[in-house]
């Protein structure tokens, strides 16, 4: 029992450090362009092959 008086505590503040992290990736623009990485990787470059 002395146990959890540990431990939940320890979980909000985890569940409490993600959820900012969250927050700031989400304000900071991280998930603006999802696609454009995925799709930038199959895009020849014609730069690359002239150097």
């Known amino acids: 029992m002395s146990n959890l ?3 939940i505590p320890v979980a909000l ?3 409490g450090a993600g ?3 969250f927050l ?3 304000r900071s623009g991280q998930y603006e362009d999802l696609d454009g990485s995925a ?3 199959l895009i020849d470059d014609e730069r690359a092959d002239q150097a």
């Open 24 to 26: 700031w990736a989400l």
């Open 19 to 21: 959820l900012v992290a």
């Open 5 to 7: 008086v540990i431990l």
């Open 13 to 15: 503040l985890l569940g």
């Open 39 to 41: 799709e930038r990787i």
